[in-house]
Each structure stands twice: as C-alpha cells, then as structure tokens.
C-alpha cells in the first residue's frame, strides 16, 4: 500500500508564496499519476492540480491556474505545489493523492474516484 505524507504548510500572509510537497512512499506503479485537492471548512473538496508521472501532462483546477504550479521529481517519488500570489481563498486542508493507473486517470484527473491512495493532508492559513 502507497503512503503519502504532505509537507511544507503554514501560516502565510496574502500575496506570499508557498511550496508543499508529497512524498510517496514507494513508486505508486510503473504509469501513475499525482494530484492535489483542497478541503477547506464549510466547502465541497476541490481539485487543485493534477500531473502524470512523467510531468508530460498537467491540469489545474481553474481557481489557481496561473499562479501555482504543480511539478513532480519521479526519481524521488515526490510531488510538489509551488503556490504564488496565495489569496483567502486559499486556505484549506490541502490532500494529496495517486492514481495507479495514468490510463483510468486521464479521464477523470479533476475527480477524487479516480485516485487510489490519499494523505493526511497539510494544512495552509492565509492571514490578509
């Protein structure tokens, strides 16, 4: 079984910046896929970003697309979210989560069924 534990989390201030990671514990599968979704109180989770293994193929939620930036280091099996111009809106719970199968994934990247193993998450607060 996959783990994943998010790092990097914080309190920031409006307009900073702030990267978060995701370290897997092992190589999800030979074609895997990685994303990240945001839980935030009183709100429905929301997809975030999403890349394939290779980092050929990226996707972002259209809340934060210009201004984070998804990347993945396959080597270390580790995932990265460079968040920049971080807004209010921003604050949540962020998750992150693998699919093990890129094919499956492709259809559904923007949908929480179609990952297979998820984090704990790490918690991001914005003070304006």
């Known amino acids: 079984q996959v783990q994943l534990v998010e790092s990097g989390g914080g309190l920031v201030h409006t307009g900073d910046s702030l990267r978060l990671s995701c370290a897997a514990s092992?190589?999800?599968?030979?074609?895997?896929?990685m994303a990240w979704f945001r839980q935030a109180p009183g709100k429905e989770q929301e997809f975030v970003a999403a890349?394939?293994?290779?980092?050929?193929?990226?996707f972002y939620g259209d809340s934060v697309r210009g201004r984070f930036i998804i990347s993945i280091d396959d080597a270390k099996n580790i995932m990265y979210l460079q968040m920049n111009k971080i807004d209010p809106e921003d604050a949540a719970v962020y998750l992150c989560?693998?699919?093990?199968?890129?094919?499956?994934?492709?259809?559904?990247?923007?949908?929480?069924?179609?990952?297979?193993?998820w984090g704990q998450g790490t918690q991001v607060t914005v003070s304006s």
């Open positions: 890349i394939s293994w290779s980092g050929g193929s990226t």
């Open positions: 989560a693998t699919s093990l199968d890129v094919f499956r994934w492709s259809n559904a990247w923007y949908r929480s069924v179609a990952y297979d193993y």
């Open positions: 092992e190589r999800p599968s030979s074609t895997y896929a």
